[in-house]
Structure formats: C-alpha cells, structure tokens
C-alpha cells in the first residue's frame, strides 16, 4: 500500500507538473499570438502605404513625362521660331527687373502698337525701286 500510495503522490506530483507547464505554454502561446497578431495588422498598414506610395509613384512618373514633353516643345519651338538653343537663350538673358505679368502686359502693349500700324506692304520694295528709278 504504501508503495501504491507513493506512487499516487509522485502521479500527483507530475501531474501538478504537468499543469503547471500546460499554463507556462498556454501562455507563451497567447503572447506569441498576440505577437503574431500585431505582425499581420503591421503587415496589412505597411502594404496600404505601400499601395498609397505606389499610386503616388506613377502619378508623378506621369507628371514627370508630362513636363519632359512640355520641355521638349518649348526647345523646338525656340529652334524654330528663333533659332537659339536653351543654352544660347541664356546667354541672351538680361535681368529687366519686371515681374512676369508685367512683362505679358507689356508684350500685349507692343502686339496691339504693331496691329495699329496696320496691313504690311509686300510690294514696299519694288515699290520703292520703280520710284527710285523715276527720280
């Protein structure tokens, strides 16, 4: 008897063990839960800004092209109004001291002082030749 009474108390014993180890593990595995949890909810805000970032991405690749374009026109339309190239336009620059809209008031001055010259006469020269002759 004593041998089996031992033997429950050891029983008794392990098994209190046992419990005692079941409740370290139960709760290593809610904090590990919990942590893992925490991961995924990190996981889903780091993959939203990362689509937001995205997003942002191709809309100012989009811009970007966008003023390359603009740049580009701009050139040629400086090559084939002006013959000048950017760099040589530079070379040309002088401070006026005028803002922006100053200076588009007063191109608009001078547009509508040449319109009030009137039409151009083509045939100035020959015009001028044939009464140069006569003289």
Do not use: C, H, P
């Not at 100012?60 to 740049?71: A, C, D, M, T, V």
């Amino acid at each position: 008897m004593k041998k089996s009474k031992r033997a429950r108390e050891e029983l008794a014993q392990k098994i209190e063990e046992l419990k005692k180890k079941e409740e370290e593990l139960s709760e290593i595995k809610e904090t590990k839960s919990k942590s893992q949890n925490k991961i995924f909810e990190n996981r889903d805000i780091y993959s939203d800004r990362v689509s937001l970032l995205d997003r942002d991405i191709y809309r100012l690749r989009g811009q970007k092209e966008k003023s390359e374009e603009r740049i580009s026109e701009r050139t040629n339309y400086m090559w084939n109004e002006y013959e000048l190239t950017y760099n040589s336009s530079l070379e040309l620059k002088t401070d006026t001291g005028m803002s922006l809209n100053d200076i588009r008031a007063k191109i608009q001055e001078l547009r509508s002082k040449i319109k009030a010259l009137g039409n151009v006469n083509v045939n100035a020269i020959s015009d001028y030749n044939e009464v140069s002759g006569k003289i």
